[in-house]
Antibody, heavy 116, light 108 residues
Framework: EVQLVESGGGLVQPGRSLKLSCLASGFTFSNYGMNWIRQAPGKGLEWVASISSSSSYIYYADTVKGRFTISRDNAKNTLYLQMTSLRSEDTALYYC?????????WGQGTLVTVSS | DIQMTQSPASLSASLGETVTIECLASEDIYSNLAWYQQKPGKSPQLLIYYANSLNDGVPSRFSGSGSGTQYSLKINSLQSEDVSIYFCQQNYDSPPWTFGGGTKLELK
């Protein structure tokens, strides 16, 4: 069974940093591109970042480019999102999702709240 | 970036009714379109990929169609468990991937 489990969310002050993790199981992690997608409270879905299976290709939404860094450790079956210079508008539930003909598998999400 | 315009934003329908949700892309996405269902408090679930392919385990009352810039999701014989928010998403070529604004489906 495919499982994606996010962690690392929490309350953080504006301008500070936070690192999210997504532990994958039930599939060969190194074969799939992975993504971070977020959802602000009561709002729609916003794609944040993508990384290819071997980390050769990395993409970011304009809203996070230069502040967030996506990475992965295929030996640990783990996806990461390093977030710096956090803003109030980054407050959201952050999901990791596996790439294949759309986002076929999602984690349960980890909540990031940016507030003083 | 490709923009996705989804309509309507909200929809109220009766049990057994057929409902249709539309999604318009700002340019041709060559059927690289997915539909998701999100129930309250849950993660989104993939319903349809490549515009008209039903994901495993999705009831056959759901169907997708369209091409070019215009796509639709149809739900036949609406059930109570279909009350959700539905999102379209384009995955043409390379990121940025973009979602429609969502359609909130309620029972009348």
């Amino acid at each position: 069974e495919v499982q994606l489990v996010e962690s690392g969310g929490g309350l953080v002050q504006p301008g500070r940093s936070l690192k999210l993790s997504c532990l994958a199981s039930g599939f060969t992690f190194s074969n799939y591109g992975m993504n971070w997608i977020r959802q602000a409270p009561g709002k729609g879905l916003e794609w944040v970042a993508s990384i290819s299976s071997s980390s050769s290709y990395i993409y970011y939404a304009d809203t996070v480019k230069g502040r967030f860094t996506i990475s992965r450790d295929n030996a640990k079956n783990t996806l990461y999102l390093q977030m710096t210079s956090l803003r109030s508008e980054d407050t959201a539930l952050y999901y990791c999702a596996r790439q294949s003909l759309g986002f076929a598998y999602w984690g349960q999400g980890t909540l990031v709240t940016v507030s003083s | 970036d490709i923009q996705m315009t989804q309509s309507p934003a909200s929809l109220s329908a009766s049990l057994g009714e057929t409902v249709t949700i539309e999604c318009l892309a700002s340019e041709d996405i060559y059927s690289n379109l997915a539909w998701y269902q999100q129930k309250p408090g849950k993660s989104p679930q993939l319903l349809i990929y490549y515009a008209n392919s039903l994901n495993d385990g999705v009831p056959s009352r759901f169907s997708g169609s369209g091409s070019g810039t215009q796509y639709s999701l149809k739900i036949n014989s609406l059930q109570s468990e279909d009350v959700s928010i539905y999102f379209c998403q384009q995955n043409y070529d390379s990121p940025p991937w973009t979602f429609g604004g969502g359609t909130k489906l309620e029972l009348k």
